[in-house]
């Protein structure tokens, strides 16, 4: 199974994203955290993609199709892959068209933007596993250390309002044309496209998902 997970910034992709392939044992490719590995290296590239993120900017495309292309030719995704933070422009979503990679499902997490800012500023990662945490929502046992490996936890520098305001204005200008083009590719009957209310509760919506899940389970 194919799957795409869309969202604003906070609207829980990278959570939902965490259950399903814990669950479903799906491969989960995170482009956020792909590119966060990139600029670790420090690289001339990272250096580059660090600017973009912290302002809020969008990496150009053709970074995104490098490192997309080797991931999804691995064996693990011969199968199935989740995809999380791509695409999110119409050309990326192109891409995956024109190059026959064939997606099943999409899921859509819709939250109003008065929430995605309070789960956004808060949010804390464990860097090398993506594993997300929120000082309010959902504390780590031990404050600032990842449950499972004992290792720090950061704030991400781009999770602050002035950046966000930026990945709020590209997510509508350039994911909102996106969206609808998957809601054209539904009604072509070319995959299942599923909106989510992001707002709910976490419980309530692996529930949601695991039911799309079962019901696309032949892909
Ligand atoms: P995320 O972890 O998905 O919130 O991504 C963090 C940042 O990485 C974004 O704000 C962008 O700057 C960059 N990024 C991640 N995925 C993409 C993508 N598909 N296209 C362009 N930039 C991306």
Redesign the pocket.
């Known amino acids: 199974m194919k799957i795409i997970l869309l969202g604003a910034?906070g609207s829980g992709k990278?959570t939902q994203a965490d259950y399903i392939s814990n669950n479903f044992n799906i491969p989960h490719i995170?482009?956020?955290?792909m590119?966060r590995k990139e600029i670790n290296k420090k690289t001339k590239l990272g250096e580059e993609i660090k600017f973009?993120?912290s302002q809020?900017?969008?990496?150009p495309d053709k970074v995104?199709f490098l490192l997309i292309k080797s991931r999804i030719k691995k064996k693990d995704c011969k199968n199935s892959f989740l995809l999380?933070?791509?695409?999110?422009?119409l050309s990326?979503g192109m891409y995956l068209k024109n190059n026959n990679i064939k997606i099943n499902i999409v899921i859509n997490f819709y939250v109003p933007t008065k929430v995605l800012i309070e789960r956004v500023i808060g949010r804390m990662v464990h860097p090398s596993s993506g594993r997300l945490y929120h000082s309010q929502f959902k504390p780590p046992k031990k404050e600032g250390i990842d449950d499972i490996t004992g290792e720090p936890l950061i704030y991400r520098k781009?999770d602050n309002i002035s950046s966000l305001k930026y990945?709020f204005l590209e997510y509508k200008k350039k994911t909102v044309p996106l969206i609808k083009f998957y809601i054209k590719e539904n009604k072509l009957g070319n995959l299942g496209y599923y909106k989510i209310e992001g707002s709910d509760n976490i419980t309530k919506i692996n529930y949601l998902i695991k039911n799309i899940l079962q019901k696309n389970k032949k892909n």
């Open positions: 910034p990278g995170s482009t956020g955290d590119l973009l993120i809020g900017k969008l990496v995104l999380d933070g791509f695409p999110r422009t990326q781009d990945r």
